[in-house]
């Protein structure tokens, strides 16, 4: 390609409101740019990179014997009615009405579209396993698009999805499926680590995360370097505190183990509270009151949750625990439900349903009172016979490993993949149903597999770059070699770099000719921004028949006779 006809406009200046590094890179690059909230256009140069990761991740799941299909981005309301999903999803999912007023959903998976199609075309256990996939478009109203292509609106995915007769059976195309993402992340030059995830809105029980490591991800696991454990901070299982409970090992101010209700004007949150009394955090709890809805096992309505005052609250194990979507309670429902308003609310007294994080098993705690401006002493949930208790807060870094003697530490990730034991979920009320070897109709066991496409790209440029720009893995660079011809006037150099520029490109290499009548200077930028992995500079020594040959990634500078050109390409490009 000549960059004299090549749509790549670069710029100086990062996007306004960009904060991660893949974000303003993408755009600097000329590799996309934003339509709307989460929208993108992908440039030329981009999408070469989406691309060559679609090209990788094609080859390793027909490597396992995925079958490549395609399905539409438009679907009937009727499939997801069917599966339930129409009203369990909120408003994530985009819903239209075609001409004749009937309903329509743009895709944001394809579990549906899958099952309507194994229900009709798969009958028998002799057909099975079966698994298929597609790279495609998948739209989602996500709540707050950000962070350039890391969270749109509308992005590309390949999903794949395996049909077999048993549960037995699933593991093997799940274990199928672990061992072809960690070739396809590993050649995307990618470093992942696979964690414990949540099954969230798609169902099932087992499921894991691809997560990358990169400051600007939005999502924290924890590992154990000790066991392996690692998990989503937001799932993971919370340990066993290796401290005992601030009641019984602290020479505080006041005895917290003795009822006693204190004053505590004007003092409503933990941190304003625990400064008054002088106590740690710890010694408190924290008392939440949230609004179940309906339609799930606990009864729709207000729910008390208490956690201990330090502790965060993990969503997902509290809807988890709840077996019903929930949102926190508006002031004035905590107030009809517990007739104080919140900063004073504690569990003694309390007529609402009690979840309990598993920690406030023991100690004594001090909690709201339940009076405006007062807090009591000597709370413990032992006197509190309809508390229930679950594992309900978010882990830390700081906590000890829940599998074994060891230390957690924490990273922040960009989810790049998540795979999913879906079971029975939709087969079994969309009708897909099979004949096993006794001639008994049963529901086919699946599984579901996402990886997104441009958060491959974007997790490769938050890991691979410096401060003049990108250095792309050589499998998912734009171009192999970037020629930068240094004065496209000389006629020497001009006629060395389209000789070159035809020989490279005879060998199988993908070059960037970089022909533009403009300043050297901005040439050599543009060529560390673009950050393809080899550039070729034609200069001065031209006339000696010499090449420069710089490397992205090191940096170092040689002087290459033409003739040496290509092996030495084919070194820095590892092709030899
Ligand atoms: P997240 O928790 O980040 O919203 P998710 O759990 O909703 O992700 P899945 O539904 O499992 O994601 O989708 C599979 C893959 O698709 C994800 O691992 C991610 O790589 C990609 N993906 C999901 N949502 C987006 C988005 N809004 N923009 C870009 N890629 C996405
Ligand atoms: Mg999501």
Redesign the pocket.
Known sequence: MRATQLLLPTVKEDPAGAESISHKLMVRAGLVRQLAA?IYVYLPAGWRVMQKIAAIIREEMNGIGCQEILMPVLNPAEIWQQSGRWSAIGDELFRLKDRKGTDMALA??HEEVVTWLAAREVHSYKQLPQLWYHIQT?E?D?AR?KSG?????E?I?K?SYSLDASHEALQESYARHIGAYDRIFARCGVDCMMVEGDS???GGSVSH??MAYAEAG??EIVVCAECGYAANVETALAGPDRLAPASETQAAPIDITVDEVLPTPEAKTIEQVAALLGLPARAFIKALVVTVEAGGETPAGAAMVLLRGDHDLSELKLRTALGAPFRMATPDEVLAAQGIEPGYVGPLPTSLPVFADEVLRRGHYVAGANQPGHHRSGVSLAMMPQAAFFDLRTARATDPCPKCDGDLTGARVI????I?QLGTKYSQPMGALFLDEAGKEQPIVMGSY???L??IAAAAIEQHHDAAGIVWPTSLAPFDVHLVLVRASDEVQAALAEQLYAELAASGFEVLFDDRDISPGIKFKDADLIGCPAQVVVGKRATEGLVELKPRASGERRDVATADIIMALGEVLDRT
């Open positions: 989460g944001m998976t998948k989602r996500e698009p292509v890391l969270r749109t609106r992005f995915m999903d969230g809105m798609m995360e691809y939005e999502d989810e790049v993949g998540n999913f996402g990886i997104g441009a958060r």
